[in-house]
């Protein structure tokens, strides 16, 4: 089975993406050979108030059993408590932070209360560390990526917390897959020659590392190939295309 940990559904200002409802997308990902992805909504990275897009989200792909919602929660916000508590009692498997754009610090007071409170409900968290390449963003909005060392401390703090980084350049994954605690990366931003085998080749775990496409903002086939053309041992690209994700989920 392969699980896609890093997909998103919605409207992205600076890039036409698309698919651009659950049925569509849930086709797409089924054509590239994903058997289930975790989806979050693109608004809610915006939005002052990610329910707002939460909430149509976990109704749209209520009716794709492949598509599992990852609710994007803002720590930093009054009442995201009721938010979390809301998402956990809908079944939800994980939710996703991005603090560079919701400006804080995720290893500061309310990162540590989230981390907490996932921690008690056994919910892995979704860490995107960027959205875009910093090199691609539009000039007049330049956001950069989550600091590694704020998730070192995070993960340091609650080594129970299942912490994956989403989006992480090859220098930032292999120091976060040796970090402390349960800290894992995925591989949509990670290049290098024969991107599987040289990545485990730098001393990454094969057991922390999972398989996100990035979809729609890059190429799901590119992320496939990357394990389908792995010179790597079978036993490892079967573990980060599903195996693990699945243990977590």
Not at 72 to 93: C, D, K, T
Not at 111 to 122: K, P, T
Request: aromatic fraction near 6%; glycine fraction near 8%; charged fraction near 20%.
């Amino acid at each position: 089975m392969l699980i896609d940990v890093n997909v998103s559904l919605g409207h992205w200002p600076f890039q036409m993406l698309a698919p651009q409802s659950a049925r569509e997308l849930a086709t797409h990902l089924s054509a590239e050979g994903v058997d289930r992805a975790l989806v979050s909504p693109v608004g809610a990275i915006f939005h002052p108030d990610p329910h707002v897009y939460n909430t149509p989200l976990l109704a749209e792909l209520s009716d794709e059993e492949a598509l599992w919602p990852a609710p994007v929660i803002n720590p930093s916000l009054p009442g995201w408590e009721g938010r979390l508590e809301e998402y956990a009692g809908a079944g939800v498997r994980a939710v996703k932070v991005h603090p560079n754009y919701h400006l804080y610090d995720l290893a500061g007071e309310c990162g540590q209360a989230l981390a907490a409170s996932l921690s008690e409900r056994d919910l892995p968290l979704l860490v995107q560390m960027r959205v875009e390449d910093e090199r691609n963003q539009y000039p007049p909005l330049q956001i950069s990526g989550v600091p590694v060392e704020q998730v070192q401390e995070l993960a340091t703090a609650h080594p129970e917390l299942p912490i994956i980084c989403l989006c992480a350049y090859l220098p930032e994954a292999v120091q976060l897959a040796q970090s402390a605690g349960r800290v894992l990366v995925d591989v949509a931003f990670v290049e290098t020659l024969d991107t599987i085998a040289g990545f485990l080749e730098r001393g990454v775990p094969a057991e922390r590392v999972v398989f996100g496409s990035h979809t729609p903002f890059l190429y799901t086939r590119a992320a496939r190939m990357k394990l389908d053309c792995a010179r790597a041992d079978g036993l490892d690209t079967e573990a980060i295309g599903g195996g693990t994700a699945a243990a977590l989920l």
